[in-house]
T-cell receptor, first 111, second 113 residues
């Protein structure tokens, strides 16, 4: 069965520091992977997606993610975090025409 | 384009009351979805509709019913609300089903007393 694990519930980083949010997935075939961001009181917005090809994917707002099949991971990174990046981040895998979301990682940004 | 719209934005119900959450999309998408979001649990799929005229259960369908009224609209009904259904509900759409992004509505915050 498909599943997504985001091991970090909360992360706090200082503004300007680098960021890595972890995502591990379970899926038998080639996965379709997504990262979404949710600002407080808002719906979810797509950051980036991976279908095939280059394993390093660029997204909006300066985010990138790397697909590592050997580790079943799709970690999200940003070189320098801005205060406006404070939000909750969700990783998702598509299987059987349905999305399976992780439980989310809440990012706090210290001034 | 308004994208995905949901009504109402907020709702308070008493236990046993019924209500319908409305969702509409103007992107001509075939597939539509209802999720609930609870703290620490991410988004869980309640029901989905792969295409007009079809609906299927998701992970947590108990206590809910859905109607795919037409290609644009997908409603979620709570027949007899329970406190356990206090949650934030999101509607989403995509086209075609599969590896295309889902577009989300702004959510409905429901409290059942």
């Amino acid at each position: 069965a498909q599943s997504v694990t985001q091991p970090d519930i909360h992360i706090t980083v200082s503004e300007g520091a680098s960021l890595e949010l972890r995502c591990n997935y379970s899926y038998g075939a080639t996965p379709y992977l997504f990262w979404y961001v949710q600002s407080p009181g808002q719906g979810l917005q797509l950051l980036l997606k991976y279908f095939s090809g280059d394993t390093l994917v660029q997204g909006i707002k300066g985010f990138e993610a790397e697909f590592k099949r050997s580790q079943s991971s799709f970690n999200l990174r940003k070189p320098s975090v801005h205060w406006s990046d404070a939000a909750e981040y969700f990783c998702a895998v598509v299987g059987d025409n349905k999305f399976y979301f992780g439980s989310g990682t809440k990012l706090n940004v210290k001034p | 384009n308004a994208g995905v719209t949901q009504t109402p934005k907020f709702q308070v119900l008493k236990t046993g009351q019924s209500m319908t959450l409305q969702c509409a999309q103007d992107m001509n998408h075939n597939s539509m979805y209802w999720y609930r979001q609870d703290p620490g649990m991410g988004l869980r799929l309640i029901y989905y509709s792969a295409s007009e005229g079809t609906t299927d259960k998701g992970e947590v369908p108990n206590g809910y019913n859905v109607s795919r009224l037409n290609k644009r609209e997908f409603s979620l009904r709570l027949e007899s609300a329970a406190p356990s259904q206090t949650s934030v509900y999101f509607c989403a759409s995509s086209d075609p089903p599969g590896p295309n992004e889902q577009f989300f509505g702004p959510g409905t915050r429901l409290t059942v007393l």
